[in-house]
């Protein structure tokens, strides 16, 4: 299994995301967070189980579609994944760096 972390911009991500529904229910934002935060031991166990984002055609660089966001991840090597965003699919991709 390896070892996935989150950068910064994810962390970002999800706390405005849980900002965002905290607003209208408390229970739907605690819910919805940790249901995102639990796809961590299937992309550890599975890392190639995302698809490769379509808008960057690189391998490393995957997705798991997850309600309506898009859970961005890189496989570095076999031991070393980062979660790069959690991005919602209603905005293109292409308005933030991934990489940064």
């Given at each position: 299994m390896a070892k996935v972390t989150w950068s910064p911009q994810a962390v970002e991500d999800i706390a405005h995301i849980a900002e965002f529904y905290f607003?209208?229910?408390?229970?739907?934002?605690?819910?919805?967070?940790?249901?995102?935060?639990s796809k961590e031991?299937?992309?550890?166990t599975f890392p190639e189980i995302?698809?490769?984002?379509?808008?960057?055609?690189?391998?490393?660089?995957?997705?798991?579609?997850?309600?309506?966001?898009?859970?961005?991840?890189?496989?570095f090597d076999e031991n070393r994944i980062s979660v790069l965003t959690v991005h919602t699919s209603s905005k293109p991709l292409t308005d933030i760096s991934l990489f940064d």
């Open positions: 607003k209208t229910s408390s229970n739907y934002a605690e819910n919805l967070i940790s249901s995102i935060f031991e299937m992309i550890s995302g698809r490769i984002v379509p808008e960057l055609n690189n391998k490393s660089v995957r997705e798991i579609i997850f309600k309506n966001y898009r859970i961005i991840y890189c496989i």
